[in-house]
């Protein structure tokens, strides 16, 4: 288990509903899950699932934060009741969250556990095999940046390396995932809820030469 998100019963100003509304139009928020970071504890990586308007299972992965990184990335503020003005980033945007969604994959990870008790709508778990121990996973650093792609490079043993880390809005199963594409072997699964029998594809992972 990647760790354990620390929750909060209170009150949140625009809700995580209205954000999602305002953001992709997903008009009911089924629940998420979630990373941690890692390496400092300070930012909050959620994923939202959401049926749209056609009824098709979506994801709207976000990251929580006390100061703004990048007007850019920006989804909007909200007032949390305990912890404050906190900035919502789309996680392909923030290096950190970035960072998690990586470490988790390579290291056939599972996503975060609530301290509430409260199990994750998704299941998620990574699908490579390196030791987290041996992995030396450094900084991130984002170079195009979209809603559902971030191109970047990463440390890893010191030594920066080329990625494409995608995390597809609709989540559908992995073996069809679109026209003339293929999942790579590195990604991010869960099963699907509302048909046990279909793994989805939740992100996927490709280093790049």
Not at 14 to 39: C, F, H, M, N
Not at 45 to 57: D, M, N, V
Not at 120 to 141: C, I, N, R
Request: charged fraction near 25%; aromatic fraction near 6%; hydrophobic fraction near 35%.
């Amino acid at each position: 288990m990647s760790g354990t998100a620390k929750m909060y019963d209170t009150t949140l100003k625009p809700t995580k509903q209205e954000i999602a509304q305002a953001w992709i139009g997903a008009s009911e928020i089924l629940g998420s899950y979630r990373l941690v970071d890692t390496v400092e504890g300070e930012v909050g990586i959620e994923s939202l699932i959401a049926h749209e308007r056609e009824g098709r299972l979506i994801q709207i992965p976000l990251s929580y934060r006390s100061a703004e990184i990048s007007p850019e990335h920006t989804i909007s503020t909200l007032e949390h009741g305990v912890l404050g003005k906190r900035w919502v980033t789309n996680a392909l945007g923030d290096p950190v969250a970035v960072r998690e969604y990586i470490r988790t994959i390579l290291t056939g990870d599972d996503g975060a556990s609530r301290d509430d008790g409260v199990a994750s709508y998704l299941s998620v778990k990574g699908t490579g095999t390196f030791d987290a121990k041996d992995l030396g996973l450094g900084e991130v650093t984002l170079i195009e940046v979209g809603r559902q792609r971030v191109i970047g490079s990463v440390e890893i043993d010191g030594e920066g390396k080329y990625f494409k880390l995608r995390i597809p809005q609709v989540l559908q199963g992995f073996k069809h995932t679109g026209r003339g594409h293929s999942a790579t072997h590195l990604r991010l699964v869960a099963q699907n809820p509302e048909k046990p029998e279909q793994e989805l594809l939740i992100a996927e992972f490709n280093w790049v030469e």
